[in-house]
């Protein structure tokens, strides 16, 4: 997967969360994919993002735009 499904408008809409739900189903589902393809096993990838996922929530609410400098925050 090269890129992930875009919300199919701009802005806020109804069932926006819905989409990028589907959206991001889509996209895990193909990082599974290449996680099993390279040797992981399905439960092994799954236990990874779980354990990954509150890692990067922590640290977008630190510093929601990294690449700004002025904002930039240690975690």
């Known amino acids: 997967m090269d890129k992930i499904i875009e919300p199919k408008a701009p802005g806020l809409y109804v069932d926006r969360d819905i989409d990028c739900e589907e959206a991001m189903d889509y996209a895990i589902t193909d990082l599974l994919d290449r996680a099993s393809t ?3 096993s399905i439960p092994e990838a799954l236990a990874a993002i779980q354990r990954v996922i509150p890692n990067q929530r922590r ?3 630190a510093d929601p735009d ?3 400098e002025d ?3 240690l975690i």
């Open 38 to 40: 390279a040797g992981w």
């Open 59 to 61: 640290a977008y609410e």
């Open 66 to 68: 990294p690449a700004d």
């Open 71 to 73: 904002g930039a925050a």
